[in-house]
């Protein structure tokens, strides 16, 4: 098999007073793995994001970039080639710019900012109303508005189009969709997935939704108590129901 | 007359202060008390520098560069020592009151028989008080148009960024420190250059001159947004003009009631917790439908 672009190699994290949140946690990411995350409250899916993403310190164990130890590199570095969309509607986007204003924020991640004009072109609107279209929820005719004036679902969809702007090797997607409405948090789900296949893109998506676990995705993880318990892929995903994942949540 | 002039022209020179407290206030999203420090240093620095016989352009330039690093200091305490920005600023304030002590030497310094950048045969021809207007009009356009410029770069959009969601700013890479010092040693920069030109148009600088600056800076702010409403941010940036005139015609008129120079903090004090308590006050006493139905007539 290939390289895989990241690696978790016998990761340990710990809080407050020796609370072991991730217990020597082994995971190999390939690339176009679209992986969906399972466990209970408390298994640890938002700290393993934490520690991939860089916001949390890892206690002993290794992370690997194509082999490269990243273990100590500053959360804002690795954002040159993580990208993230967060559970809450409001983290991911700045409230009193504008759609385009945002999107043109995000096309920047992983190169240098300088002083010069920050390009806001006809081009770049035609660009992005193209774009924002793709989402189905109206966010093409509100290009020039503030996004603390937009809704969570459409908030949420600039969310992911600002991670995925400039493709990233890693995207995680920490619930996403899980402070929506049934209606918009499928449609939302739907478009995650149409551009995750179409482009390509290496995932990791946290869900509480048994059916969009085993609907998207060509692998699942379920975490237990800090470890992997189950590592599934492709057919033998496919084979998976949801009384089996059940069972892993109870142990 | 003669005092409107003289209001629009301090309106313009404390302009400045308005503009540049904007950068930090607005859009960082916190109260910067450093401007208290950094406003009488500039002064200090300029007015010391012209005493000892340098160029009063020069003078006016090193204010601002001696601005920035006030800036900068506040700047590190708050994001690496992870001091409060309050206390970070209160502290940088303290310390330079005894920095200037040290620039100057003395509690105060007279610029009396000295040039200033207000010497200038051309600005002495021009009718009494309007030298300020020229000078404060071409000064806070300079700095006004180069801000509009700078909102509008890469690295303007992620400092606005930064005071705007701190958390999504660093998720695409951007060095929300940095562009917080960065934020704090313009806007005290332009503090200090302010207090440069304000020593040099009153003809002396006084150790004491930076109390109540913040509140002064806030009120042409606040008073710009009570005024105009919702604005775009470069039409923000004018409102902040707008609102220091309005402010010192403001004050003419109290004056002119018959108070007081001496009152002039519990003045500045008031007109700012009046303006930014206007808009609560609106809907609490009901003020709009008031005006309305005063003006529009029953059918």
């Given at each position: 098999?290939?390289?895989?672009?990241?690696?978790?190699?016998?990761?340990?994290?710990?809080?407050?007073?020796?609370?072991?949140?991730?217990?020597?946690?082994?995971?190999?990411?390939?690339?176009g793995?679209f992986?969906?995350?399972?466990?209970?409250?408390?298994?640890?899916k938002?700290?393993?994001?934490?520690?991939?993403?860089?916001?949390?310190?890892?206690?002993s164990?290794?992370?690997?970039?194509?082999?490269?130890?990243i273990?100590?590199?500053?959360?804002?570095?690795?954002?040159?080639?993580?990208?993230?969309?967060?559970?809450?509607?409001?983290?991911?986007?700045?409230?009193?710019?504008?759609?385009?204003?945002?999107?043109?924020?995000a096309?920047?991640?992983?190169?240098?900012?300088?002083?010069?004009?920050?390009?806001?072109?006809?081009?770049?609107?035609?660009?992005?109303?193209?774009?924002?279209?793709?989402?189905?929820?109206?966010?093409?005719?509100?290009?020039?508005?503030?996004?603390?004036?937009?809704?969570?679902?459409q908030?949420?969809?600039?969310?992911?189009?600002?991670?995925?702007?400039?493709?990233?090797?890693?995207?995680?997607?920490?619930?996403?969709?899980?402070?929506?409405?049934?209606?918009?948090?499928?449609q939302?789900?739907?478009?995650?997935?149409?551009?995750?296949?179409?482009?390509?893109?290496?995932?990791?998506m946290?869900?509480?939704?048994?059916?969009?676990?085993?609907?998207?995705?060509?692998?699942?993880i379920?975490?237990?108590a800090?470890?992997?318990?189950?590592?599934?892929r492709?057919?033998?995903?496919?084979?998976?129901?949801?009384?089996?994942?059940?069972?892993?949540?109870?142990? | 007359?003669?005092?409107?002039?003289?209001?629009?022209g301090?309106?313009?020179?404390?302009?400045?202060l308005?503009?540049?407290l904007?950068?930090?206030?607005r859009?960082?999203?916190f109260p910067?008390?450093?401007?208290?420090?950094?406003?009488?240093?500039?002064?200090?620095?300029?007015?010391?520098?012209?005493?000892?016989?340098?160029?009063?352009?020069?003078?006016?330039?090193?204010?601002?560069?001696?601005?920035?690093?006030?800036?900068?200091?506040?700047?590190?305490?708050?994001?690496?020592?992870?001091?409060?920005?309050?206390?970070?600023?209160?502290?940088?304030?303290?310390?330079?009151?005894?920095?200037?002590?040290?620039?100057?030497?003395?509690?105060?310094?007279?610029?009396?028989?000295?040039?200033?950048i207000?010497?200038?045969?051309?600005?002495?021809?021009?009718?009494?008080?309007?030298?300020?207007?020229?000078?404060?009009?071409?000064?806070?356009?300079?700095?006004?148009?180069?801000?509009?410029?700078?909102?509008?770069?890469?690295?303007?959009?992620?400092?606005?960024?930064?005071?705007?969601?701190?958390?999504?700013?660093?998720?695409?890479?951007?060095?929300?420190?940095?562009?917080?010092?960065?934020?704090?040693?313009?806007?005290?920069?332009?503090?200090a250059?302010?207090?440069?030109?304000?020593?040099?148009?009153?003809?002396?600088?006084?150790?004491?001159?930076?109390?109540?600056?913040?509140?002064?800076?806030?009120?042409?702010?606040?008073?710009?947004?009570?005024?105009?409403?919702?604005?775009?941010?470069?039409?923000?940036?004018?409102a902040?003009?707008?609102?220091?005139?309005?402010?010192?015609?403001?004050?003419l008129?109290?004056?002119?009631?018959?108070f007081?120079?001496?009152?002039?903090?519990?003045?500045?004090?008031?007109?700012?917790?009046?303006?930014?308590?206007?808009?609560?006050?609106?809907?609490?006493l009901?003020?709009?439908?008031?005006?309305?139905?005063?003006?529009?007539?029953?059918?």
């Open positions: 098999m290939t390289e895989p672009v990241f690696s978790l190699k016998n990761i340990v994290v710990t809080v407050g007073d020796n609370v072991q949140i991730l217990k020597s946690l082994n995971l190999d990411i390939f690339e793995d992986i969906t995350v399972l466990g209970t409250n408390g298994a640890g938002s700290t393993l994001f934490n520690t991939i993403a860089g916001n949390l310190h890892i206690d164990g290794q992370l690997l970039h194509h082999g490269r130890n273990s100590n590199e500053a959360a804002v570095t690795r954002t040159n080639y993580i990208a993230r969309v967060f559970q809450d509607p409001k983290m991911g986007t700045a409230p009193r710019m504008t759609v385009a204003e945002n999107l043109l924020l096309e920047k991640r992983g190169q240098k900012r300088t002083l010069r004009s920050r390009g806001l072109t006809k081009e770049k609107l035609a660009t992005y109303a193209n774009i924002t279209q793709v989402m189905g929820n109206n966010l093409d005719t509100r290009l020039q508005t503030a996004t603390g004036d937009l809704s969570g679902g908030r949420q969809a600039l969310s992911f189009l600002m991670a995925t702007r400039v493709k990233p090797e890693l995207l995680l997607l920490d619930e996403h969709t899980a402070a929506l409405d049934p209606k918009t948090s499928e939302l789900m739907l478009a995650t997935n149409e551009q995750v296949t179409t482009n390509n893109l290496t995932a990791l946290i869900t509480h939704n048994l059916s969009d676990a085993l609907k998207y995705g060509n692998r699942l379920i975490l237990n800090g470890t992997i318990v189950l590592d599934v492709n057919d033998e995903k496919s084979a998976l129901t949801e009384e089996q994942i059940l069972k892993y949540f109870i142990a | 007359m003669s005092m409107i002039v003289s209001s629009i301090q309106g313009l020179l404390w302009a400045v308005g503009v540049a904007f950068l930090t206030f859009i960082l999203d910067d008390m450093t401007v208290e420090g950094s406003f009488p240093l500039g002064a200090s620095t300029a007015v010391s520098m012209i005493a000892h016989g340098i160029n009063p352009y020069l003078a006016t330039l090193v204010a601002f560069i001696v601005g920035t690093l006030a800036g900068l200091i506040t700047g590190l305490l708050y994001t690496k020592g992870r001091i409060p920005i309050l206390l970070a600023g209160i502290l940088v304030m303290t310390a330079s009151l005894s920095i200037n002590l040290r620039i100057m030497g003395s509690a105060n310094i007279s610029l009396l028989n000295q040039k200033s207000f010497s200038s045969a051309f600005l002495q021809d021009l009718p009494k008080y309007f030298d300020s207007v020229f000078v404060g009009f071409i000064i806070i356009t300079i700095i006004t148009l180069a801000l509009v410029f700078f909102l509008q770069t890469e690295i303007g959009q992620a400092f606005i960024a930064t005071g705007d969601n701190a958390t999504m700013a660093q998720s695409i890479g951007i060095k929300t420190d940095r562009m917080t010092i960065m934020g704090l040693m313009l806007s005290n920069g332009l503090i250059f302010g207090g440069a030109v304000i020593a040099q148009n009153n003809g002396y600088a006084d150790i004491n001159m930076g109390i109540g600056i913040i509140v002064i800076a806030l009120a042409s702010i606040i008073i710009g947004e009570v005024a105009f409403g919702d604005l775009s941010l470069n039409e923000r940036l004018v902040v003009i707008v609102g220091s005139i309005l402010y010192r015609l403001v004050l008129a109290v004056l002119r009631l018959g007081s120079t001496n009152d002039l903090n519990l003045i500045s004090a008031i007109v700012l917790a009046v303006a930014m308590m206007l808009p609560r006050l609106r809907r609490a009901k003020l709009d439908s008031v005006i309305k139905k005063g003006v529009t007539t029953h059918d």
